[in-house]
């Protein structure tokens, strides 16, 4: 084999060897003494016939275990590929209903707590039952009972008796004092005048002589034995009204708040749509920014007018009493509200119609 040579610059009688690299990366002229030890290498390492068919089974196996999947996969019905959907913002119409929906139901959740306020609850009633200890006798005035804790009572606080003595009807009473053990300014209830005590009227009765007196007919009583069932009633317990004036401030500072947050939700989801929105009036060569929506949005809800929305629901009279006034309250707060979703409603849908701009907007000067 000749030996490649090149162009030496100093002369062509200079001279040299060019080292060639072989496929096996060995030098030329040790190619014969390397190769054979490469094959002596190789053929070291290759597997005996056992060792190359245990191999060959191995992959037969393989081969058919993924044959045996792939059948198995043909045999399950495919699902249909779907394609991600795209997030899509929702229309406006949407978006002002759900938004003046949560408006409502905050304000009408606030406005149940104003008026629960005003229904004054008077403490439970408590009844003590008392057992007469000594006999009573009729217009006594002294109930002697078997309790020494008992309710104070005054004349102008005094507590109501039910007397039930065993085989008769309960009769009603009226104690205006208290001590210990004793019930005292005890009087019978009067069923002609509606009130305690007193007589049932007077009549004229002849005497033996023949001379003509008017008597005094008493209230009918009967006498009380021992082991008599006493029925202390609770006095009647007068409730302060609470301060509805401090409630009703904080009431009308939520319904503030809630509105500018409405107008506020509103702008911030028009501000984001991803599309041209309507531009405000003025001349064509003049800077008109997108916003014309954003600002309607604001003065018919949040502005200053006595029509707009939070004004309207500011200047509505709020109730003092429950009743009737509490009705004409609440269904005149949802009228204003629905009214005012359904304006904006159709001033949104005409300003993206391009109609209606200068009856809704303002027209500024040099806009013109």
Same mark, same amino acid.
Request: proline share 11%; no cysteine; hydrophobic share 40%.
């Given at each position: 084999m000749s030996t490649p040579r090149r162009f030496h610059p100093t002369g062509w009688d200079a001279l040299e060897e060019r080292v060639v690299l072989s496929a096996i990366g060995l030098r030329d002229p040790l190619q014969r003494p390397a190769l054979r030890s490469w094959h002596q290498a190789a053929a070291a390492n290759r597997p005996d016939p056992s060792q190359r068919m245990q191999l060959f089974q191995q992959q037969r196996l393989l081969l058919a275990q993924a044959q045996q999947r792939a059948l198995l996969a043909q045999q399950q019905p495919r699902r249909a590929f779907q394609a991600p959907s795209a997030r899509l913002p929702q229309s406006p119409e949407v978006v002002i209903d759900q938004q003046y929906a949560a408006f409502a139901a905050d304000i009408a959740a606030a406005a149940a707590g104003y008026l629960e306020s005003l229904q004054v609850q008077p403490p439970p009633a408590t009844e003590t039952q008392l057992t007469l200890s000594e006999f009573y006798i009729p217009r006594s005035g002294v109930f002697v009972v078997n309790e020494t804790n008992l309710p104070p009572a005054s004349p102008d606080a005094p507590l109501r008796v039910v007397v039930q003595a065993p085989g008769n009807s309960p009769r009603l009473y009226q104690v205006t004092g208290t001590g210990a053990g004793i019930l005292t300014g005890v009087a019978p209830y009067n069923p002609l005048t509606g009130e305690f005590g007193g007589d049932l009227g007077t009549e004229i009765v002849q005497n033996e002589d023949g001379v003509f007196n008017q008597v005094v007919i008493p209230i009918p009583e009967d006498p009380l034995p021992v082991g008599t069932s006493l029925n202390v009633e609770a006095p009647e317990v007068t409730v302060p009204p /609470?301060? $509805?004036?401090? %409630?009703?401030? @904080? +009431?009308?500072?939520?319904?503030?708040?809630? $509105? #500018?947050?409405?107008? &506020?939700?509103?702008?911030? +989801?028009?501000? *984001? #749509? /991803? %599309? *041209? #929105?309507?531009?405000?009036? &003025?001349? +064509?060569? $003049?800077? *008109? /920014? !997108?916003? =014309?929506?954003?600002?309607?949005? $604001?003065?018919? %809800?949040?502005?200053? !007018?006595? @029509? %707009?929305? #939070?004004? @309207?629901?500011? =200047?509505?009279?709020l109730p003092s009493s429950t009743g009737d006034a509490v009705d004409f309250y609440n269904a005149s707060i949802s009228t204003i509200i629905e009214n005012s979703r359904q304006q904006v409603r159709e001033s949104v849908r005409l300003l993206f119609a391009g109609k209606g701009l200068g009856d809704i907007l303002p027209v500024y000067p040099g806009q013109t």
């Open positions: /609470p301060n $509805t004036a401090d %409630i009703a401030n @904080q +009431y009308l500072g939520f319904v503030n708040q809630r $509105t #500018l947050q409405l107008s &506020g939700d509103l702008v911030t +989801y028009f501000n *984001r #749509l /991803p %599309i *041209r #929105l309507p531009r405000l009036p &003025g001349a +064509y060569y $003049t800077p *008109r /920014p !997108e916003t =014309a929506i954003q600002f309607f949005l $604001t003065s018919q %809800i949040a502005g200053q !007018e006595p @029509q %707009i929305l #939070l004004s @309207q629901l500011l =200047a509505q009279p």
